[in-house]
């Protein structure tokens, strides 16, 4: 299924063929039987989701410490992390076990990212019914950032975080009920239009969340809107704080990322098990490259290094030669009686 991963199968007919052409190397890869297709749909059939789960944790706290002296744009020594879920759309006759809407099926992949490398150190993969807020149950860590967007606002879950000395950037809801205590100077040319310390005025919000809070306004230039974020770190300049909210971004580019470079979109096998071993090998796939490159030093970008191997998975040569992009060179015909083709 790696294999699939990296070499951009469509189906298990697909991947069947493509391993049999080259049948004298599956010897030296461990695959010693006949490759079939009904083998393959078996095994995703019937071989545990968790295997492949507990691998990408274990390939995660890898690759997590490689890029943690990674820059991140922001004089910030805490780990960060951008919180979000993305849908994944399926067919209801095909995956009716994945009811999501009365026509619609679909499982929602929901990703904590860590921002320095964007190497996801939390995934769970539900139906698409559960909603955002859930996952908040199963963190935090004291001490770091979870940048979020309103579709997180729970002020009891956030009061948890409060509790749990973990801090969070979260933008709020347009009916936001709040009174200010004290208003900070902000500088108003950077586009900071307030900077105040309130106290939550719904009588269920105040009650869940009785500390104060940080509101930041500000007016995205690109735009033209108002940002109000929310925050219970008081410490950080406010410009920090909507820099911080920014990089929330990065999790939105991984979601795209890995839906249009790995085969989470199109499944192999139509069962609950055959889908989550489907997209946790995809994860496995993205932390393997993304660990490949950092310990190789590799400047190409992810994407050029899968392109890469799509095409030499069953080459000898050293991993490090072959992903190493060769300089161009200018080339100069050794016989000069030769017939020139092209000019370079």
């Known amino acids: 299924m790696a294999f699939a ?15 049999r052409a080259h ?9 010693r039987g006949r490759i079939s297709r009904s083998t393959l749909a078996d095994a995703n059939e019937s071989r545990d989701w968790r295997i492949y789960a507990e691998f990408a944790q274990s390939l995660i706290d890898t690759a997590r410490p490689l890029y943690a002296n990674d820059p991140l744009d ?30 619609q099926a679909a499982v929602r992949l929901h990703t904590l990212l860590d ?12 139906d698409g019914k559960l909603s955002d807020v859930a996952i908040l149950d199963q963190l935090p860590e004291p001490g770091a950032f979870y940048v979020m967007d309103r579709g997180y606002v729970d002020y009891t879950r956030l009061h948890r975080f409060h509790e749990a000395r973990a801090f969070f950037v979260v933008r709020a809801r347009s009916n936001l009920q709040a009174k200010r205590r004290y ?13 105040q310390t309130v106290l939550l005025t719904g009588f269920y919000a105040h009650k869940d969340f009785p500390e104060p809070l940080r509101r930041v306004r500000i007016k ?9 974020l929310l925050t219970n770190h008081f410490g950080l300049p406010a410009l920090t704080i909507t820099a911080l909210y920014r990089h929330r971004w990065q999790i939105e580019l991984f979601f795209k990322w890995i839906k249009q470079h790995l085969r989470i979109k199109a499944f192999f096998g139509t069962s609950e ?11 496995c796939v993205y932390v393997l490259v993304a660990i490949v490159k950092k310990r190789f030093k590799l400047e190409s970008s992810l994407n050029e290094l899968l392109q890469i191997l799509s095409l030499t998975l069953f080459e000898r040569d ?27």
């Open 5 to 19: 991963q990296l070499t951009y199968r469509e189906g298990l007919r697909d991947i069947e063929a493509c391993l």
């Open 23 to 31: 049948s004298t190397k599956l010897y030296h890869l461990g695959i």
């Open 74 to 103: 922001i004089e910030l020594t805490n780990t960060v992390y951008a919180l979000d879920s993305t849908l994944i759309e399926l067919c209801l006759s095909m995956f009716p076990w994945a009811h999501y809407q009365s026509t």
């Open 115 to 126: 921002l320095r490398g964007a190497i996801p150190s939390f995934l769970y993969i539900s």
């Open 183 to 195: 208003s900070h100077p902000v500088d108003r040319s950077t586009g900071l239009r307030s900077d």
């Open 220 to 228: 995205d230039s690109s735009s033209g809107k108002s940002l109000v």
């Open 273 to 283: 098990n055959a889908v989550k071993t489907q997209i946790w090998i995809a994860v």
């Open 318 to 344: 050293p991993i490090d030669q072959v992903l190493m992009l060769a300089p161009s060179e200018s080339f100069a015909p050794d016989h000069t009686n030769q017939l020139t083709l092209f000019d370079f």
